[in-house]
């Protein structure tokens, strides 16, 4: 069964830095695009960004333009996002997850996530 | 406020079934397959349905998703309280360029 699993989240003061990973398991990473979600405690589901298979496309939701940056490793099987000048609002678990097909915006596979506290 | 629209929530009895509305625009919904995930408490979220209708592996066929226009419809049949969850409708925006979801809709099972 395909897997991916988050680490990297943590106890960040305002204005900090994190970077979250999430390595795959299971199938062909750099054939698929691949997406961070995230979720504020009590709240619904926000996509953060996505990345192309080979890395050369990448999209991002407008809070977090110019902060935030996606990338990956495919020879490691892994995905990151760096979270930059981080506010109380970047609180949240950060969900990895892939999507289905190139070119379709469902998300077949994703990992436990990874709680991410901004708080002095 | 999200970019796509859901009831917060919605019930019904053991056995009945249900239906949960997401209504969005010509820049989403009206020319994007729709999606549906289910999320059971603390867990990830599933993946339903995708491409409007089409159910994901293993998902069994009371679930069903439809799309008319700029709504999507994700119904339930033979409701089992193992159905208590929040359910969130999810599509690309091709004016905001992203990937966007409803608010959610969480499902009691009474």
């Known amino acids: 069964e395909e897997q991916l699993v988050e680490s990297g989240g943590g106890l960040v003061q305002p204005g900090g830095s994190l970077r979250l990973s999430c390595v795959a398991s299971?199938?062909?990473?750099?054939?698929?695009?691949m997406a961070w979600v995230r979720q504020a405690p009590g709240k619904g589901l926000e996509w953060v960004a996505n990345i192309k298979p080979d890395g050369s496309e990448t999209y991002y939701v407008g809070s977090v333009k110019g902060r935030f940056t996606i990338s990956r490793d495919n020879a490691k099987n892994s995905l990151y996002l760096q979270m930059n000048s981080l506010t109380a609002d970047d609180t949240a678990v950060y969900y990895c997850a892939r999507h289905r097909v190139q070119g379709r915006p469902d998300l077949d596979v994703w990992g436990q996530g990874t709680t991410v506290t901004v708080s002095s | 406020q999200s970019v796509l629209t859901q009831p917060p929530s919605v019930s019904a009895a053991p056995g009945q079934k249900v239906s949960i509305s997401c209504y969005g625009s010509?820049?989403?919904?009206?020319?994007?397959?729709v999606s549906w995930y289910q999320q059971l408490p603390g867990t990830a979220p599933k993946l339903l349905i995708y491409d409007n209708n089409e159910r994901y592996s293993g998902i069994p066929d009371r679930f069903s998703g439809s799309k008319s226009g700029t709504s999507a419809t994700l119904g339930i049949t033979g409701l089992q309280t193992g159905d208590e969850a929040d359910y969130y409708c999810g599509t690309w925006d091709s004016s905001l360029r992203a990937v966007v979801f409803g608010g959610g809709t969480t499902l009691t099972v009474l």
């Open positions: 299971r199938f062909t990473f750099s054939n698929s695009w």
């Open positions: 010509s820049t989403n919904i009206g020319k994007n397959y």
